[in-house]
Every structure is written in C-alpha cells, then in structure tokens.
C-alpha cells in the first residue's frame, strides 16, 4: 500500500510532466483573498496603509508521502501619484520525483481612474511580469523497466527513459482591472475584477512534444461588503478559475465582528464545487492580520484517500503614517 501511495504521489506531482499542458498546472490557495498579488495584478496596494508584507502557507495531501507545499511571498508599497507597487514569489514542491514550480513577479497598479459625486468609485488597471520556472529531478523517479517481475523493484538497473527536460524557464506576463465602490459608511460595498495570466504564452518543455505552452489562467472574482452595523460586516464572494480545460468556481461567505478598538475577529467558509469545504477563522489586530482554514475535501479523490486535507495560515503585516489623522473607513476590496 505505501508503494501504491507513493506512485499516486508521483502521478500528482508529475502530471504536467508528461501530458500536454491543457489542464491546470499553477497553485491555488483557498484564502486567496490574503495573497492578492496571485489573484489580481489590480489588487496590488488595496490597503489601508502606505506598505504591506504579506505570507501564506499551504500544505495539502499531507497524509500521502511527500505531499504538495506552496509558500508565498508578498511586498507592496501605495504612492499618492495614482500608482502603486509591489513584488511576489511563490514556491511550490511536490511529489517524490522533486518537482518544484517557482515564481517571481513585479506588479504595477494605475489608480487613478474615479467617478461619483466624491470620487470613491474607482477602477483600477493592473499589471505583471517575471519569471516562471518549473523543473524536477529525474534521478528521484522510478520507472516501470526498473521492475523485476521475479525480484521486484532494483533500483539498480538504469532506466531507458530519457527525460531530457528537466529544467525549464520562462518570461511570463498578465494583467487585470479591478472596480470597487469606497464610499464610506455605505450598507453595501460592491467590488469585481478579471485577470488574465500567461499572456506570454510561456513554452512547457515538460510537455510531450516539448513545445507546448502553458494555457493562460483566466479569474473572475467578485463580492460584496454589506454593513449591518457598526460592529458586524458580511461579506459574500466568488470566484471563477479557467486554465485549459480545467475550472475552478468557489463561493464564499465572510463575517468581520469589530471586538476592540483595534481588534476584528474574522469567520467563515468557502466552497470549491465538486472539490472541497474550507472553514476560516482570523483576526486583525492593529496593523496584523492572521488568518487559518482547513480544507475539507469532499470529491471523490478524497473520499479514496482519507485524511488527505488542506490547511493553509497567512500572516500579513500593514505599515501606516504616524502622524494622527481623522479615521477614515477603508472599504477593502478583497474580502
């Protein structure tokens, strides 16, 4: 059973290895909505601060052998000059056949479209470029002609597979626009955006042919802030993923309770159709933001491999001015 398992890692870990790149091959989190900078380009800056540190963690399968690990980086830093900044990497291990995806990328944000009365509808346009690796180690894999049907498995005899392709990188670029409505202290706050990623259309070497190309990755997410007091926000949201042939639709709901001056406890779930259930529970104290969910699987991959769930905690941190300024409501368009 452990060697059936460990071939079902492999399988996972691997898929884009050898098949053509029409499925999805990029990470996911569930808590999307604390690293932005994976979701949307247009979402850089959406703060209320003048910088940001954000990280995210995700391990998944964990109860079958050497499972998925996806780590996430974040800086991004808010102008007054209708431009904001910011910088992500994102790494991911999986699978005993070391198979590692890792990206680095500089985002650009344009906000300097409003409208309204008081200008607090606003667009914004986002950009992103950098670099995308994929690679994997062959000398961890085994192969089916390493097989003795006498005496089993010698990893001593050398395999005729021929992996040629073990390393590969590419220039990778996408783009986003957002709308959010910022009026302050109104009982609904309405935001959506788009992104595409992948316009570059980066070359998959790990394909079969070994000129395929990763498939774009297109979102769609959106929601909407309802205020139902001074003290309690709700905040239903959702969110669509297509990259090849594969999609993603989640929905969610999100209640934010003010518990002290500075304090907010945050809960809720969210649902990936025919994938998983995900509870989450946070809190923001001052300028931190700690927030945990546990992703509960209910497919049938699940239902097979017992215990194999997710569980992923961000941490983000919130830089402001000094200097003491009339309190302003900050209408988040993320949450």
Same mark, same amino acid.
């Given at each position: 059973?452990?060697?059936?398992?460990?071939?079902?890692?492999?399988?996972?870990?691997?898929?884009?290895?050898?098949?053509?790149?029409?499925?999805?091959?990029? +990470?996911?989190?569930?808590?999307?909505?604390?690293?932005?900078?994976?979701?949307?380009?247009?979402?850089?800056?959406?703060?209320?601060?003048?910088?940001?540190?954000?990280?995210?963690?995700?391990?998944?399968?964990?109860?079958?052998?050497?499972?998925?690990?996806?780590?996430?980086?974040?800086?991004?830093?808010?102008?007054?000059?209708?431009?904001?900044?910011?910088?992500?990497?994102?790494?991911?291990?999986?699978?005993?056949?070391?198979?590692?995806?890792?990206?680095?990328?500089?985002?650009?944000?344009?906000?300097?479209?409003?409208?309204?009365?008081?200008?607090?509808?606003?667009?914004?346009?986002?950009?992103?470029?950098?670099?995308?690796?994929?690679?994997?180690?062959?000398?961890?894999?085994?192969?089916?002609?390493?097989?003795?049907?006498?005496?089993?498995?010698?990893?001593?005899?050398?395999?005729?597979?021929?992996?040629?392709?073990?390393?590969?990188?590419?220039?990778?670029?996408?783009?986003?626009?957002?709308?959010?409505?910022?009026?302050?202290?109104?009982?609904?706050?309405?935001?959506?955006?788009?992104?595409?990623?992948?316009?570059?259309? +980066?070359?998959?070497?790990?394909?079969?042919?070994?000129?395929?190309?990763?498939?774009?990755?297109?979102?769609?997410?959106?929601?909407?802030?309802?205020?139902?007091?001074?003290?309690?926000?709700?905040? +239903?949201?959702?969110?669509?993923?297509?990259?090849?042939?594969?999609?993603?639709?989640?929905?969610?709901?999100?209640?934010?309770?003010?518990?002290?001056?500075?304090?907010?406890?945050?809960?809720?779930?969210?649902?990936?159709?025919?994938?998983?259930?995900?509870?989450?529970?946070?809190?923001?104290?001052?300028?931190?933001?700690?927030?945990?969910?546990?992703?509960?699987?209910?497919?049938?991959?699940?239902?097979?491999?017992?215990?194999?769930?997710?569980?992923?905690?961000?941490?983000?941190?919130?830089?402001?001015?000094?200097?003491?300024?009339?309190?302003?409501?900050?209408?988040? +368009?993320?949450?």
């Amino acid at each position: 059973m452990k060697r059936a398992l460990k071939i079902f890692t492999l399988a996972l870990g691997c898929s884009g290895i050898f098949q053509e790149a029409s499925a999805q091959v990029d +990470p996911h989190f569930t808590q999307y909505y604390m690293y932005p900078a994976w979701t949307n380009p247009a979402l850089t800056g959406a703060f209320d601060g003048q910088y940001r540190v954000a990280g995210i963690f995700r391990s998944q399968w964990g109860s079958i052998s050497t499972p998925y690990s996806t780590q996430g980086l974040s800086g991004e830093v808010t102008t007054n000059k209708n431009m904001n900044f910011g910088i992500s990497l994102l790494n991911q291990t999986a699978g005993d056949g070391g198979y590692r995806y890792t990206t680095v990328y500089g985002n650009f944000a344009y906000t300097g479209i409003r409208f309204g009365p008081t200008e607090n509808h606003r667009v914004v346009i986002g950009l992103q470029a950098g670099l995308i690796q994929r690679r994997f180690d062959a000398t961890k894999l085994n192969f089916g002609d390493q097989w003795n049907p006498i005496t089993g498995y010698n990893p001593g005899n050398l395999s005729a597979e021929a992996l040629r392709n073990q390393n590969n990188s590419s220039f990778d670029a996408g783009a986003g626009i957002l709308y959010f409505d910022g009026t302050a202290n109104r009982k609904a706050n309405l935001y959506f955006g788009y992104a595409v990623s992948h316009l570059t259309k +980066p070359t998959d070497k790990f394909s079969g042919t070994g000129d395929a190309t990763l498939p774009m990755r297109h979102t769609i997410h959106g929601g909407v802030r309802l205020k139902l007091s001074d003290v309690v926000s709700l905040t +239903p949201n959702v969110l669509y993923l297509r990259q090849g042939n594969a999609e993603e639709i989640a929905a969610g709901l999100y209640a934010q309770l003010k518990a002290g001056v500075e304090t907010n406890v945050l809960a809720g779930a969210n649902y990936r159709f025919d994938d998983a259930i995900s509870p989450f529970i946070g809190f923001t104290h001052k300028r931190i933001v700690l927030g945990v969910s546990y992703d509960i699987n209910t497919s049938d991959l699940g239902r097979v491999v017992k215990g194999s769930n997710s569980f992923e905690i961000s941490l983000s941190f919130t830089g402001k001015k000094n200097i003491k300024t009339p309190e302003v409501e900050f209408v988040c +368009p993320r949450l």
